[in-house]
């Protein structure tokens, strides 16, 4: 994984740190009117991987089981003859407008998860190694944001160091940029939960 970690999968996980902290930072001037820096980034730190994990798993949860059902439902209406007319429908395309032999549907089905299986299995190594560079590009996330939360002060200092403008042009360049970020992040909350509404209804 070392040897095939390229310079923009090292940025992303730090640009996302960035993002959440931006995002989160109301809620981590609470804990840290509480608390000392250190355990007050902590806290944050674990609100931000429990908004990000639970929903994941959650999520992956139901979208095993949702497709172990559908699976299933499929194979019960071919043993039980359900989908004849669909069946009819398909082997209609194919003689009339496609020009070949009726099919059955059953065997195209078997065909197509004979095909998804085979892909599978091409693309297991690709997969693990995707799977393992998101897995350390998270664990980098979260020590970038647990670092980026207790420095954010110093951060945000420095930044107004480097920026090369009068400190009344610095401080709105600074806040038009955390106002594009919290939108940014917001608008598409709100543009996936509007997909994921209408794709929960069809």
Partial sequence: VAATWTPHETSVPLAWAAVLVVCFHPMHKVFARRLRP???AAAS???VTLVLVVPGLLVAAAFAR???DAVGRVVQALESGQMARIELLG???EVKLLGRGPTSLTRRLGEIVTLASGAVANQATALFRNVVLFVVGFIAMLF??????RDAQAIVDLLRRLL???EE???RVLTQTRDLIFASVVSGLIVSAVQGLLGGIA
Avoid at 144 to 149: L, S
Wanted: glycine letters at 4%; a neutral charge; zero cysteines.
């Fill in 45 to 47: 730190t674990t609100v």
């Fill in 169 to 171: 042009r610095r401080e």
């Fill in 144 to 149: 970038a944001v647990f670092f980026f939360f």
């Fill in 91 to 93: 082997r209609w395309v």
């Fill in 38 to 40: 250190g355990p007050a």
């Fill in 66 to 68: 949702e497709a172990t």
């Fill in 164 to 166: 090369p403008f009068d």
